[in-house]
Protein backbone atom coordinates (compact mmCIF):
# COMPACT_ATOMS: atom_id res chain seq x y z
CA UNK A 1 0.00 0.00 0.00
CA UNK A 2 1.84 3.40 -0.75
CA UNK A 3 1.53 6.48 0.74
CA UNK A 4 -1.21 8.45 -2.27
CA UNK A 5 -3.20 5.24 -1.94
CA UNK A 6 -3.77 5.22 2.11
CA UNK A 7 -4.48 8.87 1.95
CA UNK A 8 -7.26 7.97 -0.26
CA UNK A 9 -8.57 5.41 1.27
CA UNK A 10 -8.74 6.76 4.93
CA UNK A 11 -10.44 9.56 3.31
CA UNK A 12 -13.26 7.47 1.90
CA UNK A 13 -13.53 4.82 4.67
CA UNK A 14 -13.97 8.21 6.86
CA UNK A 15 -16.23 10.19 4.99
CA UNK A 16 -18.45 6.78 4.51
CA UNK A 17 -18.40 6.87 8.28
CA UNK A 18 -19.24 10.91 8.93
CA UNK A 19 -22.55 10.64 6.81
CA UNK A 20 -23.98 8.47 8.48
CA UNK A 21 -26.15 10.41 11.35
CA UNK A 22 -24.76 10.34 14.70
CA UNK A 23 -24.16 12.17 18.07
CA UNK A 24 -21.50 14.02 16.68
CA UNK A 25 -23.96 15.23 13.80
CA UNK A 26 -26.30 16.26 15.66
CA UNK A 27 -24.16 18.14 18.06
CA UNK A 28 -23.12 19.97 15.02
CA UNK A 29 -26.36 20.79 13.79
CA UNK A 30 -27.42 22.19 17.06
CA UNK A 31 -24.11 24.42 17.45
CA UNK A 32 -24.14 25.37 14.14
CA UNK A 33 -27.39 27.25 14.16
CA UNK A 34 -26.26 29.02 17.76
CA UNK A 35 -22.71 29.79 16.60
CA UNK A 36 -22.62 29.63 12.83
CA UNK A 37 -20.29 28.20 10.46
CA UNK A 38 -17.35 27.95 12.31
CA UNK A 39 -18.97 25.79 14.90
CA UNK A 40 -18.34 22.79 12.27
CA UNK A 41 -14.60 23.06 11.56
CA UNK A 42 -14.06 23.42 16.00
CA UNK A 43 -15.61 20.89 16.66
CA UNK A 44 -14.22 18.58 13.97
CA UNK A 45 -10.97 19.72 15.93
CA UNK A 46 -11.99 18.99 19.11
CA UNK A 47 -13.03 15.43 17.64
CA UNK A 48 -9.11 15.38 15.99
CA UNK A 49 -7.54 16.29 19.06
CA UNK A 50 -9.35 12.75 20.52
CA UNK A 51 -8.33 11.04 17.64
CA UNK A 52 -4.74 11.72 17.87
CA UNK A 53 -5.11 10.57 20.93
CA UNK A 54 -6.28 7.14 19.95
CA UNK A 55 -3.62 7.20 17.61
CA UNK A 56 -1.20 7.59 20.20
CA UNK A 57 -2.65 4.99 22.61
CA UNK A 58 -3.27 2.62 19.93
CA UNK A 59 0.58 2.52 18.65
CA UNK A 60 1.72 2.32 22.18
CA UNK A 61 -0.46 -1.03 22.27
CA UNK A 62 -3.30 -0.65 24.32
CA UNK A 63 -5.87 -2.08 21.76
CA UNK A 64 -6.75 -4.92 23.88
CA UNK A 65 -7.54 -3.26 26.94
CA UNK A 66 -9.82 -1.67 24.56
CA UNK A 67 -11.54 -4.15 23.16
CA UNK A 68 -12.68 -5.95 26.63
CA UNK A 69 -15.78 -6.66 27.52
CA UNK A 70 -15.34 -4.60 30.96
CA UNK A 71 -14.14 -1.79 29.05
CA UNK A 72 -17.01 -1.81 26.43
CA UNK A 73 -19.49 -1.88 29.11
CA UNK A 74 -17.91 1.28 30.75
CA UNK A 75 -17.89 2.98 27.45
CA UNK A 76 -21.54 1.91 26.80
CA UNK A 77 -22.66 3.32 30.31
CA UNK A 78 -20.70 6.51 30.54
CA UNK A 79 -20.94 7.25 26.95
CA UNK A 80 -24.74 6.35 26.66
CA UNK A 81 -25.69 8.53 29.98
CA UNK A 82 -23.19 11.35 28.59
CA UNK A 83 -25.30 11.87 25.43
CA UNK A 84 -28.76 11.78 27.30
CA UNK A 85 -27.93 14.21 29.36
CA UNK A 86 -26.57 16.35 26.66
CA UNK A 87 -30.10 15.53 25.09
CA UNK A 88 -31.80 16.96 28.16
CA UNK A 89 -29.84 19.77 28.17
CA UNK A 90 -30.76 20.72 24.50
CA UNK A 91 -34.32 20.33 25.27
CA UNK A 92 -34.44 21.90 28.62
CA UNK A 93 -32.33 24.82 26.75
CA UNK A 94 -34.77 25.16 23.58
CA UNK A 95 -37.49 26.10 25.95
CA UNK A 96 -36.07 29.76 25.74
CA UNK A 97 -34.05 29.73 23.25
CA UNK A 98 -33.07 32.47 20.48
CA UNK A 99 -30.96 32.65 17.47
CA UNK A 100 -29.92 35.83 18.50
CA UNK A 101 -29.86 37.91 21.92
CA UNK A 102 -30.74 41.66 21.77
CA UNK A 103 -27.46 42.97 20.84
CA UNK A 104 -26.73 40.88 17.78
CA UNK A 105 -24.75 38.28 19.45
CA UNK A 106 -25.29 34.12 18.76
CA UNK A 107 -26.41 32.43 22.54
CA UNK A 108 -23.49 30.57 24.17
CA UNK A 109 -23.18 27.36 25.11
CA UNK A 110 -21.01 24.28 25.81
CA UNK A 111 -17.23 24.78 24.28
CA UNK A 112 -17.39 23.51 20.48
CA UNK A 113 -14.02 21.98 20.79
CA UNK A 114 -15.22 19.83 23.89
CA UNK A 115 -18.43 19.62 22.20
CA UNK A 116 -16.40 17.61 19.47
CA UNK A 117 -14.57 15.60 22.50
CA UNK A 118 -17.70 15.27 24.11
CA UNK A 119 -19.43 13.88 21.17
CA UNK A 120 -16.97 11.52 20.18
CA UNK A 121 -15.76 9.70 22.90
CA UNK A 122 -18.93 9.52 24.28
CA UNK A 123 -19.93 6.85 20.88
CA UNK A 124 -19.31 3.76 21.58
CA UNK A 125 -19.03 3.24 17.57
CA UNK A 126 -16.14 5.47 17.70
CA UNK A 127 -13.83 3.29 19.96
CA UNK A 128 -15.17 0.27 17.83
CA UNK A 129 -13.95 1.81 14.85
CA UNK A 130 -10.79 3.07 15.72
CA UNK A 131 -9.61 -0.61 17.20
CA UNK A 132 -10.63 -2.26 13.97
CA UNK A 133 -10.73 -0.41 10.95
CA UNK A 134 -8.61 2.36 12.71
CA UNK A 135 -6.12 -0.18 13.83
CA UNK A 136 -5.56 -2.10 10.70
CA UNK A 137 -5.05 1.05 9.08
CA UNK A 138 -2.64 2.20 11.45
CA UNK A 139 -0.48 -1.26 10.95
CA UNK A 140 -0.76 -0.41 7.78
CA UNK A 141 0.81 3.19 7.55
CA UNK A 142 2.97 2.32 10.15
CA UNK A 143 5.27 0.43 7.20
CA UNK A 144 6.02 4.01 6.65
CA UNK A 145 6.83 5.09 9.62
CA UNK A 146 5.50 8.67 11.40
CA UNK A 147 5.30 9.89 7.87
CA UNK A 148 2.60 6.94 6.95
CA UNK A 149 1.22 7.60 10.57
CA UNK A 150 0.47 11.22 9.62
CA UNK A 151 -0.94 10.88 6.24
CA UNK A 152 -3.35 8.22 6.96
CA UNK A 153 -4.44 11.09 9.72
CA UNK A 154 -4.54 14.02 7.52
CA UNK A 155 -6.89 11.60 4.95
CA UNK A 156 -8.95 10.66 7.89
CA UNK A 157 -9.91 14.27 8.97
CA UNK A 158 -9.93 16.14 6.28
CA UNK A 159 -12.82 13.76 5.43
CA UNK A 160 -14.39 14.65 8.78
CA UNK A 161 -13.72 18.45 8.42
CA UNK A 162 -15.21 18.50 4.82
CA UNK A 163 -18.36 16.98 6.04
CA UNK A 164 -19.02 18.59 9.16
CA UNK A 165 -18.04 22.01 7.83
CA UNK A 166 -20.10 21.39 5.31
CA UNK A 167 -23.50 20.66 7.72
CA UNK A 168 -22.69 23.46 9.27
CA UNK A 169 -22.77 25.91 6.19
CA UNK A 170 -25.98 24.69 5.44
CA UNK A 171 -27.49 25.03 8.41
CA UNK A 172 -25.96 28.56 9.44
CA UNK A 173 -27.46 29.76 5.65
CA UNK A 174 -30.30 28.78 6.96
CA UNK A 175 -31.21 29.87 10.15
CA UNK A 176 -32.41 33.47 9.15
CA UNK A 177 -34.84 31.22 7.15
CA UNK A 178 -36.21 28.77 9.92
CA UNK A 179 -36.74 31.71 12.35
CA UNK A 180 -37.19 31.40 16.24
CA UNK A 181 -39.84 28.78 16.31
CA UNK A 182 -38.10 26.68 13.73
CA UNK A 183 -34.76 26.75 15.82
CA UNK A 184 -37.00 25.58 18.81
CA UNK A 185 -38.08 22.95 17.11
CA UNK A 186 -34.30 21.82 15.69
CA UNK A 187 -33.17 22.44 19.30
CA UNK A 188 -35.58 19.77 20.58
CA UNK A 189 -35.36 17.34 17.72
CA UNK A 190 -31.40 16.98 17.92
CA UNK A 191 -31.99 16.60 21.83
CA UNK A 192 -34.50 13.76 21.62
CA UNK A 193 -32.09 12.37 19.16
CA UNK A 194 -29.24 12.14 21.45
CA UNK A 195 -31.42 10.97 24.20
CA UNK A 196 -32.17 8.11 21.37
CA UNK A 197 -28.38 7.40 20.94
CA UNK A 198 -27.69 7.46 24.37
CA UNK A 199 -30.84 4.87 25.41
CA UNK A 200 -29.82 3.01 22.24
CA UNK A 201 -26.03 2.71 23.37
CA UNK A 202 -26.96 1.55 27.17
CA UNK A 203 -29.30 -1.12 25.68
CA UNK A 204 -27.10 -2.44 23.74
CA UNK A 205 -25.05 -3.60 26.55
Do not use: Q
Not at 25 to 46: H, N
Not at 136 to 153: A, D, Q, T
Amino acid sequence: MSLVLIAFSSFIIALSGALVPGPLFTITVAESAKRGFIAGPLIIIGHGILEIGMIFLLIIGIAPFLTASSTKLIINITGGVILIYMGYRLIKDARNARLFTSTGGVHKGMNPVFSGVIGSISNPYWTLWWVTIGLGYLISSLKFGIIGVIVFFIGHIIADLGWYSLISLTVSKGKRIIGDKGYKVLLYSCGAFLIFFGAWFIKGI
